[in-house]
């Protein structure tokens, strides 16, 4: 995935970009002569695997940072430098690295065995759990996120008759070919506001993926309700990040949410939530409970398990009993007894409401204390805070959709990226990201976060 080339920029932030470039040469250099292991680790990875990485996701420029190991709220990397971790997995690590319940739980599931490929009682009961907290009727269990939103869009089609998938422009769901269109599409491919194109993302995808789906700006009604009129009887669902998180933190506006359920009512559209960010990060029952706002169908992964890997999906009744009614879903590992028992106790005993009453505490200091310095430094950047997620975002104003994420400044992100690593604070490597909180993370550390990003603030603005 390439950048789209950077929005003009007023001649007043032509200085702020000089220093911005500059501190990210300096950080870099620096970074790059204290991760000589990683460096080292990267030449042997990259002989057996591409990129030198086991997810494009990871990739670095020049090498990824390796880790070794986590505990609690801290992270270590290859070279043996200890950071905090806000970077979670991206998104995966709410309960913290190597919760002692955790630990305990894998150990009692593994004593017990870890594969039967067998449906067993604790599989049920941590369906119930889910399907309680998202409103579900019913639900099937998968392994990644990428599963789920294709098993997700399987229903929908099987449901409507119909082929064609609706998504949001700058919206990733996975990496399987109904829906790698235009993720974070290039400026000169990226077509007209208001009718966006169909970028495709990935060499090696099949002809018809591109005529099977038609893309939509996010918090734009109006768009969505004109391609509907235009194309309704073709489209078999809608899907969406209910809050995008794929380029920063895009909050929809409570109309456009409400709309899009309307207008999916209307024209006999399935309504996919795509959750698999947003689901027991921002709350319990992640977007759904946050906003009110119900889907047909909801794809969940990521937290699912404490850094397990798992997957589900669910909704309403009647499209999720077509599985068995000539629809397939199917799964060796899904809702394995280790990954089944380890999610369960996540949920009942670690993600309580207790749990989010931290996390909601933790987020709130932490985006306030990046804004303080954010106006102290008169920077064109603004926060966002929900729950354990949360982000800073280079642009002055929030964004509503992809296209505001063009008008964002990525120097300024690619400066605090390497300034933080040499602070001790781990973050995602790019600003489509967000943070993650964990319940292992404290005050300190948070006020640690606070401490470095306030001066990155002050040293970019001079
Ligand atoms: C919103 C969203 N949907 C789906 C996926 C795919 O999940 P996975 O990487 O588990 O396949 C991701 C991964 O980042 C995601 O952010």
Redesign the pocket.
């Given at each position: 995935m390439s950048y789209p080339s950077a929005a003009t920029r007023s001649p007043a932030h032509q200085s702020l970009l000089g220093r911005a470039r500059q501190i990210q040469q300096q950080e870099m250099q620096r970074l790059l002569e204290r991760t000589r292991g990683s460096a080292q680790l990267f030449t042997r990875a990259s002989r057996i695997l591409p990129l030198g990485v086991v997810?494009s996701?990871q990739k670095g420029d020049p090498y990824p940072l390796y880790l070794k190991r986590g505990q609690g709220s801290h992270v270590w990397d290859q070279d043996g430098h200890e950071y905090l971790d806000f970077h979670g997995g991206?998104?995966a690590m709410v309960t913290g690295h190597a919760h002692p319940r955790i630990v305990a739980a894998i150990a009692e599931a593994a004593g017990r065995g870890t594969h039967f490929a067998v449906t067993t009682e604790e599989a049920v009961a941590w369906g119930e759990e889910i399907c309680r907290r998202f409103g579900l009727e019913m639900l099937r269990f998968a392994n990644?996120?990428?599963?789920?939103?294709m098993d997700a869009i399987r229903v929908a089609r099987a449901a409507t008759g119909r082929d064609v998938i609706c998504k949001i422009e700058g919206?990733?769901?996975?990496?399987h070919d109904a829906v790698m269109f235009s993720i974070v599409p290039n400026a000169d491919l990226m077509g007209g506001r208001d009718r966006p194109a169909s970028a495709p993302v990935s060499r090696g995808m099949t002809r018809d993926a591109a005529r099977n789906i038609v893309v939509t700006p996010f918090n734009d009604a109006q768009v969505l309700e004109e391609i509907f009129r235009e194309r309704g009887r073709e489209i078999a669902c809608l899907i969406m990040?209910p809050v995008m998180?794929?380029i920063g933190i895009v909050l929809p506006q409570p109309s456009f949410l409400r709309r899009a359920r309307e207008l999916c009512n209307q024209h006999g559209v399935i309504l996919i939530y795509?959750?698999?960010?947003?689901g027991f990060t921002i709350a319990a029952g992640g977007a759904t409970e946050r906003f009110g706002v119900k889907a047909d169908l909801v794809?969940l992964?990521?937290a699912l398990a404490a850094g397990l890997?798992a997957?589900a999906f669910g909704g309403r009744a009647d499209l999720m009993k077509l599985i068995g009614q000539g629809v397939s879903q199917m799964g060796t590992y899904n809702g394995n007894p280790l990954v089944a028992h380890v999610g369960l106790v996540m949920l009942r005993e670690i993600l309580t409401p207790d749990g989010y009453a931290h996390l909601a505490r933790l987020g709130t200091r932490l985006v306030t204390g990046c804004q303080r310095a954010i106006d102290a430094n008169q920077l064109p950047a603004h926060t966002v805070d929900l729950g354990a997620k949360g982000c800073v975002s280079y642009r002055q104003t929030p964004m509503q959709n992809y296209r505001d994420f063009l008008d964002t400044m990525p120097e300024l992100f690619a400066a605090s990226y390497p300034w933080l690593l040499n602070r001790g604070i781990f973050m995602t490597p790019g600003d489509e990201e967000q943070w993650t909180l964990s319940v292992q993370h404290s005050d300190a550390d948070i006020d640690r976060y606070i401490e470095v990003f306030s001066g990155f603030c002050s040293a970019v603005a001079g």
């Open positions: 997810s996701f991206f998104g990644s996120g990428t599963e789920a939103t919206s990733y769901h996975g990496h990040e998180m794929n795509d959750e698999v960010k947003t794809c992964a990521k890997p997957a």
